[in-house]
């Protein structure tokens, strides 16, 4: 198949199995306002991170990487009532767009955005000694991955799911000699994933469509 059909098939299914959402829609039209990058997960993807919160009956979800909150409230939607989700954000005009875009949700309430560097807000879950969380995703700046992967799994227990977001960049992750921050830190956090194999048990789901070739890191905790 030709690669620019992979987009029409991903519509295909968004079609079918992904219904319009006024509430969704309405986040994508904001955030393009007010010209947040066009990082969101797809609509797909969307429902991929929520069903896996279902199937894994999530009460906890840890998100590293607000951008406008769509993939927050597609995580919030498959909470329980007295489910909640604490999502990062380093970037203060995104946190701004990401409440808004929270506030006019159904979720509110079970939503917590914590605007500031990913790495002291975690460090500061860590020493509040918060509840291990049940799912954390982490869809950040990439070169700081590594480092994520050390702090999150202090804030996880045995079965936590741990899902890392673009780790095949469009096939670059097997170029040994780039330099791009991005796929360098993508690299040592999938060395990393393999150095604590005696903690965690992972694999790669690669990816095609309206977002290109790339791909999900999953991990359980043993």
């Given amino acids: ?23 969704f829609s309405e986040i994508l039209i904001n955030n393009k306002k007010h010209h947040l990058p066009a990082h969101d997960v ?16 999530a009460k906890r979800i840890l998100e590293i990487g607000t951008l406008g909150a769509y993939s927050t409230i597609w995580f919030a939607k498959a909470l329980p009532v007295d489910g909640r989700i604490i999502t990062l954000e380093y970037d203060e005009k995104h946190a701004i767009v990401a409440k808004e875009n929270i506030e006019k949700s159904s979720y509110q309430s079970q939503i917590e955005l914590i605007q500031g560097r990913a790495r002291s807000s975690l460090e500061n879950l860590i020493a509040q000694k918060v ?13 700081s991955n590594p480092e994520y992967l050390v702090l999150v799994l202090q804030l996880a227990k045995s079965g936590t799911v741990i899902v890392g977001d673009n780790v095949v960049r469009n096939g670059e992750i097997i170029n040994s000699f780039s330099e791009d921050p991005s796929v360098v830190g993508i690299r040592r956090y999938i060395e990393g994933l393999d150095h604590v194999q005696h903690e965690l048990e992972s694999t790669v789901l690669q990816t095609v469509g309206i977002k290109g070739y790339d791909g999900f890191s999953i991990s359980v905790v043993r």
């Fill in 131 to 143: 509840s291990p969380f049940d799912l954390i995703f982490i869809d950040a700046d990439k070169a």
């Fill in 42 to 57: 797809s609509p797909l993807e969307g429902k991929f991170l929520y069903l896996l919160a279902k199937i894994k009956g």
């Fill in 1 to 23: 198949m030709k690669q620019e059909n992979y987009g029409e098939v991903e519509n295909y299914f968004i079609q079918h199995l992904v219904k319009e959402d006024q509430e």
